[in-house]
């Protein structure tokens, strides 16, 4: 029996991205915050593609001006592994270009 904290994160193909801005923010502006999400992910070794939900909490699962969230669609496992882009390293890539952010929170989950 192996204690769950040995088990690795599993590799589904894709990263998500909770985008929090400030309460009150207005959806133009946490698009704003979200896209610009989107330019750092895609700048990110391992990152292909990715796709914005606006107004949308993948935390809360609801509706707010102020929530976003963004996926980041990997390259192929099998590429990605030969140029040693294994998952954790991507999530850490992608969570310190995301640190840089003025005017919102983004977490990768």
């Known amino acids: 029996r192996v204690p769950g904290g040995f088990v690795p994160a599993a590799d589904q193909g ?3 991205i909770a985008v929090q801005g400030p ?3 207005s959806l133009e502006r946490t698009d704003a915050s979200a896209r610009q999400v989107s330019e750092l992910l895609r700048a990110t ?3 292909e593609h990715t796709l914005v939900l606006s107004g949308f909490s993948v935390v809360s699962q609801t509706n707010a001006s102020n929530a976003a969230t963004v996926f ?3 390259a192929p496992f099998e590429e ?3 140029n040693g882009l294994v998952l954790p ?3 850490g890539d992608a969570q310190g270009r995301l640190m840089g952010l003025d005017d919102a929170l983004a977490l990768v989950i």
């Open 14 to 16: 894709y990263v998500i």
């Open 23 to 25: 309460d009150g923010s």
């Open 45 to 47: 070794p391992g990152i």
């Open 72 to 74: 980041g669609v990997l």
């Open 80 to 82: 990605r592994v030969a």
């Open 89 to 91: 390293r991507i999530i």
